[in-house]
């Protein structure tokens, strides 16, 4: 089974259980953090995504980079979650994962590595 919801960020999610992934296709545009932020928040909110699902981020309809902005708030993110982390919060390590999964496949940005 598969299922797929699309919401005001233009993002399209795909979560396919069988599969053991989730795939993000992104609307036309420019990066940009809230938007992303909130795909993000319902992707990890979907009740058939598990933390440890691969996350495939299509950004091909993009037209543009990252903006500095979208950098720097998403290294904050980053500094959440690593805190996250040391709590050992089995959640957040989904998060973490997931996330830092979604930029590794994009290519959009340098490679990050696991916190």
């Known amino acids: 089974m598969t299922s797929d919801e699309d919401a005001h960020d233009g993002a399209t999610i795909l979560v396919e259980p069988a599969h053991r992934r ?16 909130a795909t993000m928040e ?3 909110s979907h009740p ?5 699902f ?3 981020s299509d950004w091909r309809a993009a ?3 990252p903006d500095q902005a979208f950098v720097d708030s998403f290294l904050v993110f980053c500094q959440s979650i690593r805190r996250a982390r040391l709590n050992q919060n089995h959640r957040s390590h989904g998060v973490a994962s997931a ?3 979604v ?13």
């Open 22 to 37: 989730a795939v993000i296709t992104w609307a036309p545009g420019v990066p940009v953090f809230n938007p992303w932020m």
């Open 42 to 44: 319902r992707l990890l």
């Open 48 to 52: 058939e995504f598990k933390p440890e």
């Open 54 to 56: 691969a996350v495939v």
């Open 63 to 65: 037209t543009g980079s």
């Open 99 to 101: 996330t830092l999964g």
């Open 103 to 115: 930029f590794e496949v994009t290519n959009l940005m340098p490679k990050v590595s696991p916190i």
